[in-house]
């Protein structure tokens, strides 16, 4: 079985101040790692994934995640947080192998000015 | 590219009418998804085509929905009668023949009275 779990539903930073969103799964074999982004009124954005190789993944609009075996982890980070990132962000899992995707909750994500 | 297309963008209807809703993926895409958003279930996957061909329709809810791909640049999600416990977000989503990531179109907003 396949899950993933964001713990918090509501992360709020300081502009300016790094962020982290995170993200923890279950799957069996090897796991593939996804971060989305939602803005109000829209479709799901691909910021970033792991797939093999290094443990630190970059991305869109300057986030990258942190692939930690060991904890069954995936947290999203930013350095420094923008107004503009204000958000929902989800957490997708996939097996190697298999074709469909399985969510997180979303964790929604204000920055404060 | 313009993106994976979605209409309409909102549809209000009554229960037990019949409602359509349509999706036109990336081309040259050779996944197309369907998912559902609530706020009390999340994002969902129902149904998902490899090449126009179902593979896996387990999400489907029951039997009043149904979903077809006529071809690769056209599908369709139909629910059959509609009832309010099926007011939700509907997104489209396509991913590319060596696929990774999903790309998700804007979404229709169901409201069934």
């Known amino acids: 079985a396949q899950s993933v779990a964001q713990p918090e539903d509501q992360v709020n930073v300081a502009e300016g101040n790094p962020l982290t969103v995170k993200c923890t799964y279950s799957?069996?074999?090897?796991?593939?790692l996804f971060w989305y982004v939602q803005y109000p009124n829209r479709g799901l954005q691909f910021l970033l994934k792991?797939?093999?190789?290094?443990?630190l993944v970059k991305g869109s609009y300057g986030f990258e995640a942190e692939f930690n075996k060991s904890q069954t982890s995936f947290h999203l980070k930013k350095p420094s947080a923008l107004v503009s990132d204000s958000a929902l962000y989800f957490c997708?899992?996939?097996?190697?192998?298999?074709?469909?995707?399985?969510f997180g909750t979303g964790t929604r994500l204000t920055v404060i000015p | 590219d313009a993106g994976v297309i979605q209409s309409p963008r909102h549809e209000v209807t009554e229960m037990g009418q019949e409602v359509t809703l349509r999706c036109k993926p990336i081309?040259?895409?050779?996944?197309l998804f369907w998912y559902r958003q609530t706020m009390m279930r999340g994002l969902e996957l129902l149904i998902y085509?490899?090449?126009?061909?179902?593979?896996?329709d387990s999400g489907m809810p029951e039997d009043r929905f149904s979903a077809k791909m006529p071809n690769a640049s056209f599908s369709t999600l139909k629910i059959q009668p509609s009832e309010p416990r099926d007011s939700a977000v509907y997104f489209c989503?396509?991913?590319?023949?060596?696929?990774?990531?999903?790309?998700f179109g804007p979404g229709t907003r169901l409201t069934v009275t």
């Open positions: 989503a396509s991913s590319p023949r060596d696929w990774y990531e999903q790309y």
């Open positions: 792991y797939i093999t190789g290094d443990n």
């Open positions: 997708a899992v996939r097996r190697a192998g298999a074709n469909n995707l399985f």
């Open positions: 799957v069996s074999g090897n796991p593939y």
């Open positions: 085509f490899n090449n126009n061909v179902p593979i896996d």
């Open positions: 081309s040259g895409h050779d996944y």
